[in-house]
T-cell receptor, first 115, second 114 residues
């Protein structure tokens, strides 16, 4: 299994509080992604990173920010959590070479509940 | 707007049946199409397809891509209860920042009954 660790695995927080989710990899992969998964929507891309300090928005980036200060860590921050951000969050990583670069490996997910 | 549409959204079959899952897409800057299986937690990779008409096969699972008609199918023969899962289709897109991203469909929930 690819070395991806998400923390925390579960979190309950109050509306209006900031929350940071962490994704840590030991594979030295260039690309890292944050997705959220909700019933009826599948996996939706929030933000992704294509290198240290290089990030870009996905399709549902409003209310989220990310940072990648080193290769192995990609942080997702909810500036002021809202109930609509209750979801399961997945981190994914992938390399960028050859024909296999699109194969993404996923972390185990973080279940976030905003009350 | 880029779209990835999977059908059916859910399916119940008996063990031993053959199933076909569909994925159609309308995207710009297509690079590849991927299938994932999600059982309990994280999706796990099944296939990556980049060329039309070339079947990828792994055991009882196979998949093919039609880049002219913009769809892919995932076939599972002689289904087993262990095949019960959500099957996700994703399309890889390139973008202007020299990066790429995966756009996922909503998934097909497959239940195989004994």
């Amino acid at each position: 299994d690819a070395g991806i660790t998400q923390s925390p695995r579960h979190k309950v927080t109050e509306t209006g509080t900031p929350v940071t989710l962490r994704c840590h990899q030991t594979e030295n992969h260039r690309y890292m992604y944050w997705y959220r998964q909700d019933p009826g929507h599948g996996l939706r891309l929030i933000h992704y990173s294509y290198g240290v300090k290089d990030t870009d928005k996905g399709e549902v980036s409003d209310g989220y920010s990310v940072s990648r200060s080193k290769t192995e860590d990609f942080l997702l921050t909810l500036e002021s959590a809202t109930s609509s951000q209750t979801s399961v969050y997945f981190c994914a990583i992938s390399e960028s070479w050859g024909a296999k670069h699109a194969e993404a490996f996923f972390g185990q997910g973080t279940r976030l509940t905003v009350v | 707007e880029d779209k990835v549409v999977q059908s059916p959204l859910s399916l119940v079959v008996h063990e031993g049946d053959t199933v076909t899952l569909n994925c159609s897409y309308e995207v710009t800057n297509f690079r590849s199409l991927l299938w994932y299986k999600q059982e309990k937690k994280a999706p796990t990779f099944l296939f990556m397809l980049t060329s039309s008409g070339i079947e990828k096969k792994s055991g009882r699972l196979s998949s093919i891509l039609d880049k002219k008609e913009l769809f892919s199918i995932l076939n599972i023969t002689a289904t087993q209860t262990g095949d019960s899962a959500i099957y996700l289709c994703a399309v890889e897109l390139s973008n202007s920042n020299s990066g790429y991203a995966l756009n996922f469909g909503k998934g097909t929930s497959l239940l195989v009954t004994p």
